[in-house]
C-alpha cells in the first residue's frame, strides 16, 4: 500500500491514536467523537448528541448503535435532574477519553449542571427563592360543570367473582347443567374476553339449560354463543352471554295434542257366552342334558352343469360345454376374433386378405394344422400316463 499525507496547517481536528484504533468503537462511532470534537466552543452545549449525528448522516438504528457503544466505552454520560417548573431534563457528557463515573461526576460538580446531582441520585441545592403562590385564595366553584381535562372513557372496573375472605360453595349440577357449564367455560378458546370463572358460568347455567331442553345440542350453543362477536373489546363477558342467551332464545316446542279418550262402549243386552277355557298343552319330556342335540343340516345346492354342445366352428366336429347360450368354444371364438380384426385392418389398409384368411383356415382344417397337432400331442400325454399307470 502506498502512503501520502499532506498536513493541513488549518481547519483540522487532532484525534487521539486511542480513539482511531479503538478495537470495540465502530466507524460511526469514532466520526461522532471526531465530529463534535471539532465544532466551536459553546456550539456541541447548545444540541443533543443525536443532532450532531443527523448532520452527518448517522441516524436510526445506526446511532443508537454508536451512541450505546460510547456510553460503555465512558466517552458519553447522561443524567436525569429536576429543571425549572417540575421538568426532568436530560443532560449529556461528551468526552474525547473515557471517563469513569466518579471523574463525570467531577466535571458535573465543577460545571454546575443538573442541580448538584450526587452520586446518589439525590439534590443537595437549596429550593429557588420564589413565592409558593400566586394570587389569593378563592372560593372553589362545585357543580357547574366537568372539569375540561377529565377523560371520559369506559369503565373497565370487573367485580370480583368471588367475595373476599370467603369460600362460594358450588352446588351439584345435573348432566344437562353439567354439560352447559364446560360450553360456558370453553368460549375462552374462542375469544380471551370471554374468559367466564365457575361461579360466572353457574350464574348463566339456568338460561343456557333452557336451549338444551327446546332442542338445541351443546355444539350449536356454542357455536351461537361465538359467532359474530364484536370487532372491539367485550367489557363484561357475564353480561354479554346472558344477553345472547336472552335474546336469541328458539322457541318452545309446541306441546303434543292429548288423545281423545275412546268411547265407552254402551252394555249389551245380549248374554253373551262365557267361552270355556282352553285344554293346557301338552308338556313334552324334558331333553336328556347327556344326549347330543343333532345339527340342523341344511340340503346342499344342487350342481348345475353346462351340458355338452356341438360347436359350430370350422375344423373337425368337437364339443364343450356351452354357458350362456354360446354356441362356439373358446378357441373358435378367438379365431373368429382374430378374423374379424383382420378383415377391419384389410380394410382400412386397403388390401384384400380374403384369400390370405381362407387360405390360413384350410391349413388349420388339414392333416398339419394346428388342430391336428393339438389332437397328437393330447393321444401322446395320455399314451403316457396309461403306460405308467400300468408300470405300477
Known amino acids: 500500500m502506498l502512503w501520502h499525507a499532506t498536513a493541513p496547517v488549518r481547519r483540522y481536528t487532532k484525534v487521539s491514536h486511542d480513539v482511531m484504533r479503538h478495537p470495540r468503537l465502530n466507524s460511526d462511532a469514532k466520526v461522532l467523537i471526531s465530529y463534535v470534537q471539532g465544532l466551536p466552543e459553546g456550539e456541541p452545549g447548545e444540541r443533543a448528541l443525536s443532532e450532531h449525528a443527523r448532520e452527518v448522516g448517522i441516524k436510526g438504528r445506526r446511532y443508537q448503535a454508536a451512541k450505546e457503544q460510547l456510553?460503555?466505552?465512558?466517552?458519553?454520560?447522561?443524567?436525569?435532574?429536576?429543571?425549572?417548573?417540575?421538568?426532568?431534563?436530560?443532560?449529556?457528557?461528551?468526552?474525547?477519553?473515557?471517563?469513569?463515573?466518579?471523574?463525570?461526576?467531577?466535571v458535573w460538580?465543577?460545571?454546575?449542571v443538573g442541580g448538584g446531582v450526587e452520586a446518589g441520585g439525590g439534590i443537595d441545592a437549596a429550593p429557588t427563592a420564589q413565592f409558593p403562590t400566586v394570587g389569593q385564595p378563592r372560593s372553589r366553584t362545585v357543580g357547574h360543570q366537568l372539569p375540561v381535562?377529565?377523560?371520559?372513557?369506559?369503565?373497565f372496573f370487573r367485580p370480583p367473582t368471588q367475595a373476599p375472605g370467603g369460600e362460594v360453595v358450588l352446588e351439584e349440577l345435573s348432566p344437562e347443567e353439567a354439560q352447559v357449564e364446560r360450553v360456558l367455560l370453553s368460549?375462552?378458546?374462542?375469544?380471551?374476553?370471554?374468559?367466564?370463572?365457575?361461579?360466572?358460568?353457574?350464574?348463566?347455567?339456568?338460561?343456557?339449560?333452557?336451549?338444551?331442553?327446546?332442542?338445541?345440542?351443546?355444539?350449536?350453543?356454542?357455536?351461537?354463543?361465538?359467532?359474530?362477536?364484536?370487532?372491539?373489546?367485550?367489557?363484561?363477558?357475564?353480561?354479554?352471554?346472558r344477553h345472547r342467551l336472552v335474546q336469541k332464545m328458539p322457541e318452545a316446542p309446541e306441546p303434543a295434542p292429548e288423545p281423545e279418550p275412546a268411547p265407552e262402549p254402551e252394555p249389551a243386552s245380549v248374554d253373551v257366552p262365557v267361552p270355556e277355557p282352553a285344554p293346557a298343552p301338552a308338556v313334552s319330556p324334558a331333553p336328556d342334558p347327556a344326549a347330543e342335540p343333532a345339527p340342523a343340516q341344511s340340503p346342499p345346492p344342487p350342481v348345475v352343469v353346462a351340458p355338452l354342445v356341438?360347436?359350430?366352428?370350422p375344423g373337425n366336429e368337437h364339443v364343450f360345454r356351452a354357458y350362456g347360450g354360446a354356441t362356439l368354444c373358446p378357441d373358435c371364438q378367438q379365431a373368429a376374433a382374430w378374423a374379424r380384426w383382420a378383415e377391419r385392418r384389410a380394410a382400412d389398409l386397403g388390401v384384400d386378405l380374403a384369400e390370405d384368411a381362407a387360405k390360413a383356415v384350410e391349413a388349420g382344417r388339414g392333416p398339419d394344422g394346428w388342430r391336428s397337432r393339438l389332437a397328437a400331442a393330447a393321444a401322446t400325454a395320455t399314451a403316457a400316463v396309461t403306460e405308467g399307470v400300468a408300470g405300477q
Do not use: I, M
Open 71 to 106: 456510553v460503555v466505552n465512558g466517552f458519553v454520560h447522561e443524567r436525569k435532574a429536576p429543571g425549572a417548573r417540575g421538568l426532568w431534563a436530560t443532560h449529556q457528557l461528551f468526552s474525547n477519553v473515557p471517563l469513569s463515573d466518579a471523574d463525570a461526576l467531577a
Open 109 to 112: 460538580r465543577e460545571a454546575g
Open 149 to 155: 381535562d377529565e377523560e371520559l372513557g369506559e369503565n
Open 187 to 241: 368460549l375462552r378458546e374462542c375469544r380471551r374476553d370471554l374468559r367466564l370463572g365457575v361461579a360466572e358460568a353457574r350464574s348463566l347455567v339456568a338460561l343456557a339449560v333452557e336451549w338444551l331442553r327446546r332442542g338445541v345440542s351443546g355444539a350449536e350453543l356454542r357455536q351461537v354463543l361465538s359467532s359474530g362477536l364484536p370487532s372491539g373489546r367485550v367489557r363484561s363477558a357475564v353480561g354479554f352471554l
Open 310 to 313: 356341438t360347436c359350430e366352428g
